[in-house]
């Protein structure tokens, strides 16, 4: 077969390409040919289909996200933002934070292990290539039904490849969250987030300068697995003579990636790297575009010298490759030799396979002809922008007007009690002890709080304690009733539950999932989503620093609920300060903070009990939500408080079992006069929580939130071994925590 080289595509313009089974469409396909004055050769044609993909151009959703950029609060902590491979926040004392959360859903459900594994050290690689030491990693995750037999293949698959891959690299899992709901059926949601430490004098950025700079690829060999994993490539594409489809999903392999981790960082440390960037989505196609594009000169790359796995690969499926563990540098020519000599050490295998020009092409050659002479700008950041048409669907009003404030409510406390034992036992409301057990917690010795706390926190400094924490939210029910509400609501709890552990909120990540954005109804749950989280983050003071969509999450025509997950990132000046959710000490006074109301809508209580969806999500108040989260952090920094649980999912009920559970102690509780006792257990009013305050603190404590104007409440004590709701009913631990940690392993056991 006669190599597609430069000059024969420019002497072969009619040859026919296989560019709608790469995903183009007729017109981009076109624009391409526009661009290059000539059709594509093959090799410029799969590093085009890759990069202009939904996946790594986000052409249906930047018209819309580029409201994160606009509608910017200020923020001095902010040093690296949207536009690298993660954002950057200060965090005092010379140390910088950098986190990212992202998705790997589509690959999870065809290969559940594998899918979340690589999803993990993807998003570890982001932070590698930030010049951080990765500390955490988080996994939030959305599964169909519990009960459904495909749930039960799915789930213990992506968990083992979360633990499997996260363990291996000695990252401590922190945080996260698991929500079943059949909308998530045939689209399970898997998103990483990672948080990586460093000297604010260490961050790196990705861009290739510097004309005679040597560019390394270095890290795993490039094999078949992961071709297309960006779009819809088999490598049948190319070669229709290849017996069977390359994997679609990548393999990972985590002591690889440790070796890679230190690797880096030695190289980091001794000053030999100008740019870097990790190898993901669309491979060495990604990496030299996106290189070249954000340096100051052209690039040439000779790809017989990439180190490979698989001798019969063809050089399209070497460009489009999404084999793991990978990573490309810049490095000057007198430090190849030292950058070289580092890999070595680490066992990790590192080739010369270009060098920065002068120019302003993106060259690549193959067998010593040119196969790819392009402007890296047009691949890598001037793709197809689509303002896709979005309208309000028909069946919202419907949905809105099916009030959840109408369902049938217990009749008395014998109700009341029944139905409290069925939350805490419903998939959604049960312990997840049984997933978040195949995690390690505590390696490293930095963890301060894990799962089942309100936020996952790390200590990055023994000598001040200086700490950051993590929280991860995003409620599809609510966002399904109203996405721009949905989406701060999703922002305000993650607030919250970085503010109850003591922590200041600094700064967001976002992975936002949805179905197809050529639906004009989910592209209208897109655009109200974005512009809730806009707007939220502009008045919490919160920058979004990053962050990725998933789009297309859909069985044929049924959607996921719209999904927007949001990571918010806190510091503490010393976590000896933090405050966990345990209620440790009898005699301590309970305080609910914040205005109860009627508010049913998307609660788990609708769900549990009646199967419904419909009404209204919660009312959002930012500035209560600032103001909650001011009197946390004060109050856990003076001492003021000893546990504090943030209201949401499942109401005051869940947040009081979860606490009493937690800490082995029981609370008598007093429903407060005219309340209906109902309501103050099961709404699910926003700018809530629950906290445990000692006696010798009371006075100091409730001065400090009447001065403030914040409503505190007193409504009971931690005391005994029951739950027992004066006037209503009495639940002893015991059955409360065999209904709450016996439901997952019934189910996965």
Request: hydrophobic share 40%; net charge negative; with cysteine.
């Amino acid at each position: 077969m006669t190599l597609d080289t430069v000059k024969h595509a420019a002497e072969t313009p009619d040859t026919d390409q296989p560019w709608a089974e790469l995903g183009l469409k007729q017109d981009e396909y076109e624009r391409v040919r526009e661009i290059l004055g000539r059709r594509p050769t093959g090799a410029e044609l799969a590093m085009y289909s890759v990069m202009w993909s939904e996946h790594c151009s986000y052409k249906s959703s930047k018209v819309h996200l580029r409201q994160f950029g606009q509608k910017v609060p200020e923020n001095d902590a902010m040093l690296v933002g949207i536009g690298e491979n993660a954002g950057v926040v200060d965090v005092g004392q010379g140390f910088a934070v950098t986190f990212k959360v992202e998705s790997h859903n589509h690959p999870s459900y065809v290969e559940p292990y594998q899918g979340a594994a690589t999803g993990v050290g993807g998003i570890v690689r982001d932070i590698i290539a930030m010049g951080a030491r990765p500390v955490a990693v988080v996994d939030p995750l959305r599964f169909g039904a519990a009960d459904h037999p495909d749930t039960k293949r799915v789930l213990p698959g992506v968990v083992a490849g979360i633990g499997g891959y996260g363990n291996c690299l000695g990252l401590p899992n922190i945080g996260g969250e698991v929500v079943f709901d059949a909308c998530y059926q045939g689209n399970p949601l898997v998103n990483a987030g990672a948080i990586g430490v460093m000297r604010h004098e260490d961050i790196h950025l990705a861009k290739a300068s510097g004309a005679g700079n040597k560019v390394i690829l270095y890290g795993a060999r490039t094999g078949g697995d992961g071709i297309g994993g960006a779009s819809i490539l088999a490598s049948e594409t190319f070669d229709e003579a290849k017996p069977s489809k390359r994997p679609a999903v990548q393999v990972g392999d985590p002591f690889q990636e440790k070796l890679l981790i230190e690797c880096t960082l030695e190289a980091f440390a001794e000053k030999l790297v100008v740019g870097i960037q990790d190898l993901g989505a669309a491979g060495l196609s990604c990496a030299t575009s996106e290189l070249a594009s954000n340096g100051s000169g052209g690039m040439r790359v000779e790809l017989d010298d990439v180190p490979l796995r698989d001798s019969t690969l063809s050089p399209e499926e070497i460009l489009m490759s999404e084999s793991q563990e990978r990573m490309c540098a810049v490095v000057e020519p007198d430090k190849v030799e030292r950058f070289l000599a580092i890999c070595e050490k680490w066992d990790v295998t590192a080739t010369v396979i270009g060098e920065v020009t002068d120019g302003d092409r993106l060259e690549i050659y193959w067998h010593g002809e040119k196969i790819v002479d392009v402007d890296p700008k047009t691949v890598a950041h001037e793709g197809p922008v689509y303002e896709r048409p979005y309208a309000r669907p028909a069946w919202q009003d419907a949905l809105q007007a099916d009030d959840a404030n109408k369902l049938a409510r217990p009749a008395n406390g014998a109700e009341l009690r029944e139905q409290v034992l069925k939350l805490v036992a419903s998939p959604n409301q049960a312990s997840k002890s049984w997933i978040t057990s195949q995690y390690d917690h505590f390696v490293q010795g930095n963890t301060v709080l894990a799962q089942p706390e309100d936020a996952g926190m790390i200590r990055i400094d023994a000598a001040s304690g200086l700490g950051v924490a993590i929280a991860t939210d995003g409620n599809g029910r609510y966002a399904k009733l109203d996405p721009y509400h949905g989406a701060q609501l999703a922002l305000a709890e993650s607030y919250r539950n970085v503010a109850a552990t003591g922590a200041k909120p600094l700064a967001v990540s976002d992975c936002l999932n949805f179905g197809s954005p050529e639906d004009p109804a989910v592209m209208w749950q897109f655009a109200e989503a974005v512009r809730g989280l806009a707007d939220g983050c502009l008045e919490l003071g919160t920058p979004v620093t990053g962050g990725n969509v998933s789009l297309y999450n859909q069985t044929g025509e049924a959607a996921i609920h719209p999904t927007p997950v949001v990571a918010v990132l806190g510091v503490i000046d010393d976590v000896r300060r933090r405050t966990p959710v345990a209620f440790a000490d009898e005699g301590h006074l309970i305080y609910l903070l914040g205005d109860t109301k009627e508010e049913l809508g998307g609660s788990a209580w609708s769900q549990v009990v009646h199967d419904h969806l419909g009404g209204l999500p919660p009312k959002v108040d930012l500035a209560r939500e600032k103001l909650l989260a001011e009197i946390l952090i004060a109050a856990s920094r003076d001492g003021m408080i000893d546990a504090a649980h943030d209201l949401s999912d499942g109401g005051l009920v869940q947040a009081l079992v979860e606490s009493c559970l937690k800490g082995g102690k029981g609370a008598r509780i007093v429903v407060p006069d005219g309340l209906d006792p109902f309501v103050l257990l099961f709404s699910e009013s926003a700018g809530r929580a629950v906290v445990a305050v000692p006696r010798s603190e009371e006075l100091r404590f409730s001065d400090m939130c009447g001065a403030r104007g914040l409503p505190a409440t007193r409504i009971g004590v931690v005391d005994g071994d029951v739950l027992d709701v004066q006037g209503q009913f009495t639940i002893p631990l015991s059955d409360l925590r065999e209904a709450h940690e016996a439901a997952i392993p019934a189910l996965f056991g």
